[in-house]
């Protein structure tokens, strides 16, 4: 047998050092190849990985001739091709030796180089037919890849101690192949959580339900790599979810359709729960709901035990009751896998921020309403009022439109508080809020502006208008079925954005006057002149 091309010694210091200093795997892998042939003398060595996505290994990296790269580069073998190879049988000091005529080659899917060569007339000699290759495995015993090698310089069938190093070797190459896939995956939890403390931060600042929402769409299709992302509320009235939000989606997409919470909630499913989020395979969730709640058909689907295909994941949203409000779905995974847990982790937390997020702007959205708004009536109040009626008096008198104010006070009111209580008093001013409402065109306005006294604002309005709105009200008063508000009157005050009016204090000033007068000479309603 010819000596070695290096020393073993040296062989293991350079596949080490190649481990430790190539950042690129590629890089890694060829110049582990080249240390296997200059040690060991295999003229061609083959790198097959293995693909997750699609559970199959495909070469990566051929170390040899021309011919054996032309018939192997880039070529994928489904596992179950493997599998008959890494047969027991075969197994010799942590490698597999198949020997010519133990495997039918041609039968096997996949490319195979069969090198063309006369063999020695040793009883050791390497046949062109004979195959040996070392599996790559993870520290946890996971199967990364497989090593091939063949044509050996010697002319002859390794030795044990061949075998050694070999296993050795491979085993260097298999830590090359962990590292830069353990360096991907936390280049991507790395991205992830950059993204999630970006949304994060924005969403203290955002003060819609909508720009939230596309935030945290937009972040789960850029940190977690699911290319279709849409947010669902829930409409609490119908128990349908609308969609709010999406990424990824062409606009007006039909998959974004309504969904009936009670049939999706069918899908919250413990045995399918990973850190919060619902992972289900695609035939357990269409055995759950209805034909029309299938929202969508994967595209980015891989084969194999870690594989995507057509699974359904959604992310429920939660108020502090544990009520469903709402739902993320995401979709076509751009690496094809499953999602790992730590990824799911990060869908939640995505989701929790989405949560908290509308919560504070739904208190901040309720704090601006309670600031321009009667909270008993709904009504605008005083304070609304008195900018509103400054705005419609300045835009009158540049355009020279017709502007009314009505003023006007329940009268009676104080006695139905006396006779039935405070509570049914607060149910009467919603019954008339409700009606100054519903006589009201939309270009109009309501305020309560005191205890019983209410302000319409009615834009290019006159003094017919003005009149005929406070005739229909005071009609609503004295057909409304309640005893209570048909005990109420009204004294109603109008005045007019005349040329005199420069301000709202005057034209509100005149309408109170007015009112006041009308009250005074028992009338309904008096006209400011």
Not at 114 to 132: Q, R, S
Not at 299 to 321: C, E, F, I, K, Q
Not at 391 to 403: C, H, S
Request: glycine share 6%; aromatic share 8%.
């Amino acid at each position: 047998m010819k000596p070695l091309r290096i020393s073993p010694i040296r062989a293991v210091f350079e596949a080490t050092r190649a481990v430790r200093t190539d950042s690129d795997l590629s890089t890694a892998l060829q110049t582990m190849a080249r240390i296997i042939a200059d040690s060991l003398g295999f003229r061609t060595n083959a790198v097959n990985l293995y693909r997750r996505a699609w559970d199959d290994f495909c070469v990566e990296t051929v170390h040899g001739n021309e011919e054996a790269r032309a018939v192997l580069l880039g070529d994928s073998r489904a596992w179950s091709s493997w599998e008959p190879l890494l047969d027991e049988r075969f197994l010799r000091r942590g490698a597999y030796f198949i020997p010519a005529g133990e495997f039918d080659w041609e039968a096997s899917a996949g490319a195979s180089y069969i090198p063309n060569f006369e063999p020695g007339d040793h009883p050791d000699a390497w046949l062109p037919d004979d195959a040996l290759m070392v599996p790559m495995r993870s520290s946890s015993g996971a199967l990364l890849g497989i090593l091939s090698v063949d044509e050996p310089t010697s002319g002859r069938r390794p030795s044990d101690d061949e075998l050694d190093l070999l296993v050795a070797l491979t085993d260097h190459a298999a830590l090359a192949v962990e590292g830069a896939q353990d360096a991907v995956r936390a280049e991507t939890y790395r991205y992830a959580l950059e993204q999630l403390l970006e949304v994060s931060s924005s969403l203290t600042a955002t003060r819609t339900s909508k720009t939230i929402l596309d935030a945290v769409a937009r972040g789960i299709r850029d940190a977690l790599g699911f290319d279709r992302v849409a947010v669902q509320l829930l409409d609490a009235e119908t128990r349908v979810l609308q969609t709010a939000a999406s990424a990824g989606w062409p606009a007006g997409s039909k998959h974004l359709r309504p969904l009936d919470l009670d049939q999706i909630e069918r899908l919250f499913d413990p045995q399918h729960e990973i850190a919060g989020c619902f992972l289900l395979p695609n035939e357990f969730a269409r055995a759950r709901v209805s034909s029309d709640q299938v929202v969508y058909e994967s595209v980015m689907n891989g084969s194999g035990p870690y594989a995507w295909n057509h699974h359904w994941l959604v992310v429920p949203l939660r108020d502090t009751d544990g009520g469903v409000i709402g739902v993320i779905w995401a979709d076509e995974p751009r690496d094809r896998l499953l999602p790992s847990e730590e990824r799911l982790q990060a869908l939640r937390v995505f989701a929790n921020q989405a949560t908290a997020a509308l919560a504070s702007a739904d208190q901040f959205a309720k704090l601006r309403f309670l600031a321009d708004h009667d909270p008993l009536t709904n009504l605008l109040n005083r304070r609304a009022f008195v900018r509103d009626l400054d705005t419609e008096v300045a835009r009158a008198r540049r355009y020279r439109r017709p502007l009314a104010l009505v003023v006007l006070d329940l009268d009676g009111f104080k006695e139905v508080n006396d006779r039935y209580g405070h509570a049914a008093g607060d149910a009467v001013l919603e019954r008339v809020a409700a009606k100054l409402t519903s006589i009201l065109r939309e270009t109009d306005s309501a305020f309560r502006i005191g205890g019983d006294e209410f302000a319409l604002i009615l834009v290019e309005a006159t003094r017919a208008d003005a009149c005929a709105v406070a005739s229909r009200f005071g009609a609503a008063l004295e057909a409304d079925p309640d005893e209570r508000v048909r005990a109420l009157t009204a004294s109603f005050g109008v005045a007019l954005c005349a040329d005199g009016v420069r301000r709202g204090d005057e034209l509100f000033r005149l309408a109170d006057e007015a009112m006041y007068e009308a009250r005074r000479v028992n009338q309904r309603l008096h006209v400011a002149a």
